[in-house]
């Protein structure tokens, strides 16, 4: 066995270095949560403000799909959907991006955007393959993070350029939000919405007019509702006046500027102006001076309104503007004062004195006669009008007034009179004894059918004593003939007898006489055949 010795090892001093490094992998960590916080500080950093809208309905809106737009381009999106506490409303919770945050002031309006067809078109069409979304109307204001949403969309979506004006009437007829307003028929403005005045005797429309087109309101601008087609008459026949076919389904409004006015005379935005029913009514001259009188009527007014015109001899001088009822108790007298509105303007005075004022040149021409009447305007409709002329025949009838206003004195028209003599003559027919005279003319008529039986027996009588005429008639003549056969054989036995002689006078005297009855005879004869009836009646004296 072999005994192995290990070599001796040689040792050496070791070197301890104290310094220790960091571990590269504890740079991962650290980078993580740079990033996160990096990504943190960018997500908070470009996050908008959140808001909420409050809608009567959820209609067409989802949870992270509905996106609030604003020319199209998404500016949020809906992030909650809850119904409040008051049980009718929902209430939309709402990312908007950072850039918006300047849109969201108290001003601003939300609505939401549908498929809707109209007569002006079809708006919404896109969302039947996107869906609702939210719109978004901004304005400026204070900075406000809470809502109430339009259930309809304004009528001017964005912030067009143009002027807004209003218009007062007393109708608006079928016109609303969204009615075309045109300019020569070019379609420049629309109406934005309606309210009752504060007195409630007028109606004020907020309308839009579109730049450029804004210039053309000027001082004397006339604005007027167009049906659609005006038909008017004239000396040259009918004229027809169409307007836009949308005027014609949706009416509408058309305005036109005075050939006075100057480029410079451009009003500024929200001023009034006065709406007309037509066409006709804009071209009138309108009168600021005026002057009020009053007009007692006892006749029935039906068919007189308020705004009928007031006319002197056909021109228009003035209209009506109130109508009432007064009853006198202790003389049970109805009276019907009627107000209108008479503008002097319209009349051109010739020969007046310079001292003369209004009032003292209709007393004057009261005195002259000048009476007021009514008039039917049209027989189709039966309307009424107040027309003045002179009728200087006519009396002054004055009625207790009350009004503080000059009395117009009045008169019956042509056909009230004719009326009222008639109801005269009915109220004497019926104070008549009809059923006394009644009785006497059936008496009167019993006893002309008795009177009657005997004429018709009196002419068969004469009818028979005609005939026996007639047969005595015809024995005359042959009785004419013998008498003139016996002549000729007298004649001829006194030529044979002498001349001078007894028996030729006393012959001669004999044919005289029978001469004389012949002709008698004849003369009888040729009356009964003119007049047969004297056999009845005898010869008329």
Not at 498 to 503: F, I, L
Request: proline residues 5%; contains cysteine.
């Amino acid at each position: 066995m072999n005994d192995y010795i290990e070599p001796p090892y040689e040792t050496a001093d070791a070197t301890i270095n104290k310094k220790r490094g960091l571990p590269l992998i504890w740079l991962l960590p650290l980078c993580a949560l740079l990033v996160s916080a990096w990504l943190i500080y960018k997500t908070i950093s470009e996050k908008g403000p959140e808001i909420t809208i409050t809608f009567s309905s959820a209609d067409g809106l989802e949870v992270d799909k509905t996106k609030i737009k604003y020319l199209d381009v998404e500016i949020g999106k809906v992030s909650d959907i809850a119904i409040n506490d008051d049980m009718k409303t929902i209430e939309v919770t709402a990312e908007m991006h950072k850039e918006s945050s300047v849109f969201l002031t108290d001003n601003t309006q939300f609505w939401v955007v549908r498929p809707k067809i109209g007569l002006s078109g079809i708006t919404g069409l896109g969302t039947l393959m996107s869906g609702a979304y939210i719109s978004i109307k901004p304005e400026q204001g204070k900075r406000e993070r809470h809502f109430t949403g339009l259930d309809v969309a304004p009528v001017l979506e964005t912030n067009t350029q143009g002027k807004k004006f209003v218009l007062e009437t007393t109708n608006i007829g079928s016109m609303g939000p969204g009615t075309p307003i045109s300019f020569h028929g070019i379609t420049v403005g629309q109406v934005l919405d309606y309210n009752l005045a504060k007195n409630a005797d007028n109606i004020k429309l907020s309308v839009f007019i579109n730049s450029p087109y804004d210039q053309f309101v000027r001082t004397n601008t006339r604005f007027w509702i167009d049906s659609g087609i005006d038909l008017s008459a004239g000396a040259d026949g009918f004229k027809v006046r169409t307007g836009p076919l949308l005027s014609l389904l949706t009416g509408g409004i058309t305005f036109r500027t005075a050939p006075e006015d100057k480029p410079t005379d451009t009003v500024p935005e929200d001023t009034s102006f006065q709406l007309f029913e037509g066409y006709e009514q804009s071209t009138q001259v309108i009168y600021h001076r005026t002057v009020k009188v009053v007009m007692y009527f006892s006749e029935s007014i039906r068919g007189l309104s308020i705004g009928a015109p007031v006319l002197l001899r056909g021109i228009p001088i003035g209209r009506v503007t109130d109508i009432n009822l007064e009853i006198n108790v202790k003389s049970a007298d109805i009276f019907i004062p009627v107000i209108v509105e008479v503008e002097p303007e319209r009349i051109k005075m010739i020969n007046a004195p310079e001292t003369m004022s209004t009032k003292d040149n209709i007393a004057h021409l009261v005195k002259k006669g000048l009476r007021a009447q009514l008039q039917t305007g049209s027989l189709l409709t039966g309307q009424l009008y107040v027309a003045l002329d002179l009728f200087p025949e006519s009396k002054v009838e004055l009625h207790p007034n009350n009004t503080g206003l000059m009395e117009f004195p009045t008169t019956p028209n042509a056909m009230d009179k004719i009326i009222d003599s008639a109801q005269t003559i009915m109220d004497k027919i019926a104070k008549l004894p009809l059923e006394t005279m009644s009785s006497e003319i059936n008496k009167t008529l019993e006893s002309l059918q008795g009177t009657s039986r005997a004429a018709t027996k009196t002419l068969n009588t004469a009818d028979g004593a005609l005939s026996s005429v007639d047969k005595t008639l015809k024995t005359a003549d042959v009785t004419l003939k013998s008498a003139d056969k016996t002549l000729d054989s007298a004649h001829q036995v006194l030529t044979t007898l002498e001349p001078g002689s007894t028996t030729q006078y006393e012959l001669n005297q004999l044919l005289q006489e029978l001469t004389q009855t012949a002709s008698s005879v004849k003369q009888l004869a040729d009356y009964l055949e003119k007049h047969p009836e004297s056999l009845i009646r005898g010869k008329n004296q």
